[in-house]
């Protein structure tokens, strides 16, 4: 059913649910997995400020990695750069670049007042994804 799923993980506890998901579907029907994490900036006046540590990040995606070659899962992963607004759009390039068929990630609330003035970035995935989608709770 599903050839080539994308997990998108971020810096929250539920992430091992993704990656949960990500392994037990890939295992089922012989997928491979791409992880992703975006590493989001923000835009403040004339700055770009990084919001996440990139090492934390790349580390993150590797130790991904390992886990599911762990479980015999083929994967491969990336740290992509991006602005916080973009996130949702960023999944989705990813997930189209490498041919992603399932789209899997957790419910990702943004902070402050983006919190008030946009969707979250599982609801902005949601209505933009052209591939399945799963979100973790």
Do not use: C
């Not at 607004?85 to 960023?90: G, N, S, Y």
């Amino acid at each position: 059913m599903y050839q080539h799923i994308l997990a998108a993980v971020d810096a929250t506890p539920i992430s091992e649910r993704v990656l949960d998901a990500a392994t037990a579907l890939a295992t089922a029907f012989g997928a491979t997995v791409h992880v992703v994490h975006i590493d989001e900036s923000e835009a403040v006046y004339d700055r770009v400020v990084d919001l996440e540590d990139d090492t934390l990040a790349r580390n993150q995606v590797a130790v991904a990695k390992d886990r599911l070659r762990a479980s015999g899962v083929p994967a491969t992963g990336e740290v992509v750069d991006g602005l916080d607004t973009d996130v949702p759009a960023l999944i989705l390039d990813t997930a189209h670049a490498h041919g992603a068929d399932l789209v899997i990630l957790g419910p990702h609330h943004r902070a402050g007042l983006a919190r008030l003035l946009q969707p979250s970035v599982s609801d902005h995935v949601g209505r933009r994804a052209d591939v399945a989608l799963l979100l973790v709770r």
